[in-house]
C-alpha cells in the first residue's frame, strides 16, 4: 500500500496530508499512516509488527516521531526528487529519486 515511487508520491505534491493513528494502544499504535486527504489515498503507512519488510520506505519508529506534526508533499526541481516532509522538523519523511520505481 501507498506511493512506492516517484510518480505515485508526485501525484500528491500540494496536497494536504493527515497523519492518522490506528490501534487501541496509544503509546504504541498499530498502525500508522500518512494519508491524503485530497485524494482519501494512504501515502504511506508502517505496521507496529517489527517483521515488515526491508523494501518498506515507511518505518515505524520514524513516523511516530512525527504525530501530530504538519506533513507536506513537496517537489525538488533542482534535485528532481519528490518528498514528504515534516514542518515541524524540518525532516524528510519519504523521498523518491525522479526515474525511482
Ligand atoms: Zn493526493
Ligand atoms: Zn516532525
Redesign the pocket.
Known amino acids: 500500500m501507498g506511493a512506492h515511487g516517484y510518480a505515485e508520491l508526485a501525484?500528491?505534491?500540494g496536497?494536504?496530508?493527515e497523519f492518522a493513528v490506528y490501534g487501541t494502544d496509544d503509546a504504541a499504535p498499530e498502525n500508522l499512516a500518512i494519508e491524503?486527504?485530497?485524494?482519501?489515498?494512504v501515502?504511506c503507512d508502517a505496521d507496529r509488527d517489527p517483521h515488515q519488510t526491508d523494501s518498506q520506505r515507511c518505518r515505524y519508529e520514524q513516523l511516530l516521531r512525527h504525530r501530530g506534526h504538519r506533513l507536506e508533499?513537496v517537489s525538488r526541481p533542482m534535485t528532481g526528487t519528490v518528498a514528504v516532509i515534516c514542518r515541524a522538523c524540518g525532516r524528510d519523511l519519504l523521498a523518491f529519486d525522479e526515474g525511482e520505481r
Open positions: 501525484r500528491h505534491v496536497h494536504p496530508l491524503c486527504l485530497h485524494c482519501s489515498e501515502v508533499c
